[in-house]
């Protein structure tokens, strides 16, 4: 072991009564929900965990175009979250990531196990629900 301590993730959260909610991230405020009720304008917590799984899901293509290496112009990726109510959870998490690289299939696979094997966030997500995703490549991303 080298001695260095293990990183630590710090995020500051302030509400208020009716909902209205910021959190703090490197100085930079972002406006959420923490209403009872379901507010389609700000994230809540559902879309920030897809969030937070979509951001690892793109730093691990950028990791790992260096370290096999991956060529590639640009990346999108979707992620969906399945919940069931009773007990509430998320039961499975769904992604498409898409990739404008002219990589041949069996390097777009090579990467897509690596970002599934190490993975921090998607390995986190993994252990309490169901992550599965599909790597493909694409001439251009639309929209």
């Known amino acids: 072991m080298s001695g260095e301590a293990a990183p630590v993730y710090s995020v500051v959260g302030r509400s208020s009564p009716g909902g209205e909610a910021e ?3 490197f100085g930079v405020s972002l406006a959420i929900d923490a209403g009872a ?3 389609l304008v700000r994230p809540g917590p559902a879309e920030l965990l897809c969030g937070a799984l ?3 899901l793109l730093k691990n293509v950028e990791r790992f175009s260096t370290t096999l290496p ?3 112009r640009a990346a999108r990726v979707t992620v969906q979250a399945e919940r069931q109510d009773s007990p509430p959870r998320f039961t499975r998490f769904t992604y498409r990531l898409e990739l404008v690289t002219d ?3 069996r390097r777009v696979s090579l990467l897509q196990r690596n970002i599934e094997r190490f993975g921090t966030v998607s390995g986190t ?3 309490a629900a169901e ?3 599909e790597v493909v490549a694409v001439e ?3 929209g």
């Open 103 to 105: 990589e041949p299939e």
């Open 23 to 25: 959190l703090d991230l």
């Open 125 to 127: 997500l993994g252990q």
């Open 131 to 133: 992550v599965v995703g």
């Open 37 to 39: 009720q379901r507010d």
């Open 140 to 142: 251009a991303l639309n």
């Open 54 to 56: 979509a951001a690892c």
């Open 70 to 72: 991956f060529v590639y």
